[in-house]
C-alpha cells in the first residue's frame, strides 16, 4: 500500500485544468467528453479500465445536457476526470486494477461535481467581465493588439481552479481506497451491484435527452431486442 | 459552376483568423459573451485590411458590442465579417453593412449549431461510441474523437472558407445541406442504441456482480433502466435517481 503517487496527481491536474478550457474556451473537439477525458485519467493513472467505464456512464448522463442560450448545463468534464482519477487510484493504492465496487464509490462521490463544476464555471464567467472592461479600455487608447489579447487571459484561472480540483481528486484516492478496504464484505458486494444499477440510471437517463421524437418506443424495442438476445445466449450457456 | 471569388485577405492572414476563431469562447462573460473571442478572430484581418490606425481603430469599434452565437457556426460569421469589412475598406459598402451581417446571422446560425451539434450529432457520437465499449474497448473514445471531428472540422473549415468568398450566400448553400432532416434522423440513433445500451449494461455487470443472484441481479439492473426512463420523462432528477437506486442496489447487496 501507498501514499499520494504524485507524479500521476500532477499529470491529472494538467490534464484537469486543459481539458477545462477544451470543453468551451479552446476547440471543443469534445477531448473533454466523459468518455474521452475519464479514459485519459485511467491511463495517467494507470488503470484504463476505470476511465472507460467511470467515463461511460458520467456520458451518458450527461448526454443530452447542453448550455443554450442564458442557460448553463451541469459541467461534465470535472466529474468524469475526478471520478476516473479516484477510481483509478483506489485501484492502484493496493496495487491492483479497481472493481466495479470502487467504480460505484467514485461516482457517488464526485457526480456533484458536475454542479459543483457549473457553479464555478458562473462564477469565472463573472470574473472575465474584467477582460472585457479592460479590452474597452485599451481599444480606446488605440492598443488594438492587447485589447484583442484580454480574450486568451481569461483562460489561466479556469485551468488552475479545475486542475487543482482533479489534481485533489487523485491525491484523495490513496485515502479513499482505505475507506473501502475497510467496509464489510456485504457492503462491497452492495456497491458492485451499484455499478449496473447506475449505468442502467445514466442509459435511460440518456435516451430521454437524445430529444428524439419517439424515442421512448425506439429505445424500448431495442433494450428488448439486445435483452431477448442476451438472456437467449445466457439460456445457451453464455451468461452476457 | 459558380467563379472563385478574390480572397479578400492572403492565405496566410485567414489561417491565422481561423485559428484565433477556435479561442472564440476563451473570455466569455455574461455581458459581452463571445465579443472578446470575436475581436481576438479578426484582429489580424482588420490589421490587414485597415492599414491607416484610424481606421483600423474605428473597425474594431464595431465588434465591441455583445456577441453570441454557435461557436462551430461562428466560423461563418466571422469570413462573413471579413467579407464585408473588405469591401467597407474598398469603398464599396458603408460600415453599417457589416453589423447588420452580423446582427442577422448570428441569432439563427445559433439555433442551427445547436440544434444540430450539441442536440443531435454530439449524443448520437457520443451514445454509439458507449455503445462500442464492449467491442472496440478503449479504442472506443478513439472512435468517438474520429466520428465526430470528421464532421466538425470540415464544417468549421467550409463555413469559414463559404462565408469568406460569397458572405452571406452561405446561408443559400447551408440550406442544401438539410441540416434539420439530419438533426431528427441522429436524435433517433441517439435514442435507438440507448436503450440497447442500457440493456446490456445492465445485464453485462448484474450478470458479473450478483454471484449465485446473478439473474435476479440482472433483472433488477434491467427494471431499474424502465423505471428511469419513466420517472426522467416526468421531469425526476436523475442525480436523485442515481443516489437513490445505487442506495437501493447497495442496500440490497447487503441485506439479501
Known amino acids: 500500500m501507498r501514499a499520494v503517487h504524485w507524479w500521476p496527481t500532477l499529470w491529472t491536474g494538467v490534464w484537469g485544468g486543459l481539458m477545462a478550457l477544451e470543453r468551451r474556451a479552446f476547440l471543443q473537439a469534445m477531448v473533454s467528453r466523459p468518455l474521452v477525458a475519464a479514459t485519459v485519467t485511467g491511463l495517467i493513472n494507470d488503470d484504463l479500465r476505470a476511465g472507460l467505464y467511470v467515463g461511460l456512464v458520467f456520458e451518458l448522463l450527461h448526454l443530452g445536457g447542453a448550455s443554450l442560450g442564458g442557460a448553463q448545463a451541469d459541467h461534465e468534464t470535472l466529474p468524469a476526470v475526478t471520478g476516473a482519477a479516484l477510481a483509478a487510484e483506489m485501484g492502484e493504492t493496493f496495487g491492483s486494477d479497481s472493481t466495479p465496487a470502487m467504480w460505484a464509490l467514485a461516482i457517488l462521490l464526485t457526480a456533484p461535481t458536475g454542479w459543483l463544476g457549473r457553479l464555478l464555471e458562473k462564477r469565472l464567467d463573472e470574473r472575465a467581465r474584467r477582460y472585457y472592461g479592460r479590452a474597452l479600455s485599451e481599444a480606446q487608447e488605440g492598443q488594438l493588439a492587447r485589447a484583442s489579447r484580454e480574450n486568451l487571459r481569461a483562460m489561466w484561472p479556469q485551468f488552475v481552479f479545475y486542475g487543482l480540483l482533479c489534481a485533489a481528486a487523485a491525491a484523495a484516492g490513496p485515502l479513499l481506497a482505505r475507506v473501502e478496504h475497510e467496509l464489510p464484505l456485504p457492503v462491497l458486494r452492495g456497491l458492485g451491484w451499484a455499478y449496473p444499477a447506475m449505468a442502467a440510471v445514466a442509459a435511460a437517463t440518456a435516451v430521454h435527452g437524445s430529444h428524439a421524437k419517439g424515442r421512448y418506443a425506439m429505445a424500448a424495442a431495442s433494450a428488448t431486442a439486445v435483452a431477448g438476445v442476451a438472456f437467449a445466449a445466457w439460456y445457451g450457456g453464455h451468461p452476457p | ?256
Open chain 2, 1 to 256: 459552376m459558380t467563379a472563385a471569388p478574390a480572397r479578400p485577405i492572403p492565405r496566410k492572414v485567414a489561417w491565422r483568423v481561423f485559428w484565433r476563431s477556435l479561442f472564440l469562447q476563451a473570455g466569455f462573460s455574461p455581458e459581452a459573451m463571445q465579443t472578446l473571442g470575436l475581436l481576438y478572430a479578426l484582429a489580424p484581418a482588420l490589421k490587414h485590411l485597415y492599414p491607416d490606425e484610424a481606421a483600423q481603430q474605428e473597425a474594431t469599434r464595431r465588434h465591441l458590442t455583445p456577441f453570441n452565437t454557435h461557436p462551430y457556426a461562428a466560423a461563418a460569421i466571422v469570413g462573413g465579417i471579413i467579407f464585408h469589412e473588405a469591401k467597407v475598406a474598398r469603398g464599396e459598402e458603408p460600415p453599417e453593412a457589416v453589423t447588420r451581417f452580423k446582427a442577422t446571422l448570428m441569432g439563427p446560425l445559433a439555433a442551427l449549431g445547436d440544434g444540430f451539434f450539441w442536440l443531435s450529432l454530439r449524443p448520437a457520437v457520443g451514445v454509439l461510441s458507449c455503445a462500442l465499449v464492449p467491442v472496440v474497448g478503449v479504442f472506443a473514445p478513439v472512435i468517438f474523437l474520429v466520428l465526430y471531428n470528421a464532421v466538425h472540422l470540415s464544417a468549421r473549415a467550409w463555413l469559414f472558407k463559404e462565408a469568406l468568398g460569397y458572405g452571406e450566400a452561405v446561408v443559400v448553400r447551408l440550406q442544401t445541406a438539410k441540416v434539420p432532416m439530419w438533426s431528427n434522423r441522429l436524435r433517433l440513433v441517439s435514442a435507438t442504441l440507448a436503450g440497447a445500451l442500457g440493456a446490456w449494461l445492465a445485464l453485462r455487470f448484474g450478470a458479473l456482480a450478483g454471484g449465485a443472484l446473478s439473474v435476479g441481479v440482472a433483472l433488477a439492473s434491467l427494471g431499474i433502466g424502465v423505471a428511469t426512463v419513466l420517472a426522467v420523462s416526468r421531469r425526476w432528477s436523475p442525480y436523485w435517481l442515481l443516489y437513490g437506486l445505487a442506495g437501493a442496489a447497495v442496500a440490497g447487496g447487503a441485506f439479501l
